[in-house]
């Protein structure tokens, strides 16, 4: 069965540091996402990404934050200058239409901000 | 209020038993509805979409009540394997990406 994977698994920064998380989405799929789970708590949205452009973020997605397909596979998820709240499971998701498709996700990057 | 509403459990049951998890939304233009799966520190995986008519998926019957907003899994049989967090999520229209999920129902079956 298809699948959504990420990469890395987990990731350790110091805090001020920029992380990249990589995703490769499920290869017929054409909307992207990313979520993040902080320990404990509910699985949030940040963002959604269609034909190269975001097409929906929260407002936990500021500045700090930027995605790109910079290539026909990848889908990544950039943070500039991490903080301590950053620490969080980040969870990549594709689906192959809106609303009612249900969205597949992959195994999650886990980050670790010291 | 919370938008989508679950009670964390845990739901401790013996295997065979039959159990129900139950989920109330608060925003009656929500279209979309979705059951998901979560193993400790894992993804969310999907079990079941639900639809207003009701459908079931082997042990896994999903249910939906617009009226009332509340949407229900019940798992027969229970296995060992179905020990998890179970997720309900909702998708507020066909016109947007976002999901929304409850905080989970836990889910112990126990020998």
């Known amino acids: 069965e298809p699948e959504v994977t990420q990469t890395p698994s987990h990731q350790v920064t110091q805090m001020g540091q920029e992380v990249i998380l990589r995703c490769v989405p499920i290869s017929n799929h054409l909307y992207f996402y990313w979520y993040r789970q902080i320990l404990g708590q509910k699985v949030e949205f940040l963002v959604s990404?269609?034909?190269?452009?975001?097409?929906?973020k929260s407002e936990i997605f500021d500045d700090q934050f930027s995605v790109e397909r910079p290539d026909g596979s990848n889908f990544t998820l950039k943070i500039r200058s991490t903080k301590l709240e950053d620490s969080a499971m980040y969870f990549c998701?594709?689906?192959?239409?809106?609303?009612?498709?249900?969205?597949?996700f992959g195994d999650g990057t886990r980050l670790s901000i010291l | 209020r919370k938008e989508v509403e679950q009670d964390p459990g845990p739901f401790n049951v013996p295997e065979g038993a039959t159990v129900a998890f139950n989920c109330t939304y608060s925003?009656?233009?929500?279209?979309?509805f979705f059951w998901y799966r979560q193993d400790c520190r894992k993804e969310p995986k999907l079990l079941m979409s639900v639809y207003s008519s009701g459908n079931e998926d082997g042990r896994f019957t999903a249910q939906l009540n617009r009226a009332s907003q509340y949407i229900s899994l019940l798992i027969r049989d229970s296995k060992l394997s179905d020990s998890a967090t179970y997720l309900c999520?909702?998708?507020?229209?066909?016109?947007?990406?976002?999901?929304?999920f409850g905080t989970g129902t836990r889910l112990q079956v126990f020998p």
């Open positions: 999520v909702v998708s507020r229209s066909y016109n947007t990406d976002k999901l929304i």
């Open positions: 990404f269609y034909n190269n452009e975001i097409s929906e």
């Open positions: 998701a594709s689906s192959d239409g809106r609303g009612h498709q249900p969205q597949h």
């Open positions: 925003n009656s233009a929500s279209q979309s």
